[in-house]
């Protein structure tokens, strides 16, 4: 599986942005397939997922009202539409996949195999 992440950019706070991450890949029903992000001195964190096959989705706390994760399956293509973007929203901002959902569990970094390259969301405030 191969992801690569596109739509980052700089906005003014209140603003919104769509992110897109192209996956390759034949199978893809029963993967995960989420957004980090890694602002400047922090770790990278868990932003969204949504499995692939039904598109049951999963949020952080700091985004969640803000952030929608959709995936669309003839494209292969994941999409995080950001509205309402805020400062602290400023990272760098990757897609990932795992072959399996996780149900009930605390998504991690760590927890993911296959990632795409960064893509800068910068918010001025």
């Known amino acids: 599986v191969q992801l690569q992440a596109s739509g980052g950019g700089l906005v003014q706070a209140g603003s919104s942005l769509r992110l897109a991450c192209a996956v390759s890949?034949?199978?893809?029903?029963?993967?995960?397939v989420g957004w980090f992000r890694q602002g400047p001195g922090k770790e990278r964190e868990f932003v969204a997922v949504?499995?692939?096959?039904?598109?049951?989705?999963n949020y952080a706390a700091s985004v969640k009202g803000r952030f929608t994760i959709s995936r669309d399956r003839a494209e292969k293509t994941a999409y995080l539409q950001m509205n309402n973007l805020k400062p602290e929203d400023t990272a760098v901002y990757y897609c990932?996949?795992?072959?399996?959902?996780?149900?009930?569990?605390?998504?991690?970094?760590?927890?993911?195999?296959?990632w795409g390259q960064g893509t800068q969301v910068t918010v001025s405030s």
């Open positions: 990932a996949a795992r072959p399996r959902w996780m149900v009930g569990g605390v998504w991690s970094s760590a927890d993911f195999g296959f």
């Open positions: 890949g034949d199978t893809l029903n029963n993967f995960a």
């Open positions: 949504i499995r692939w096959g039904t598109g049951m989705t």
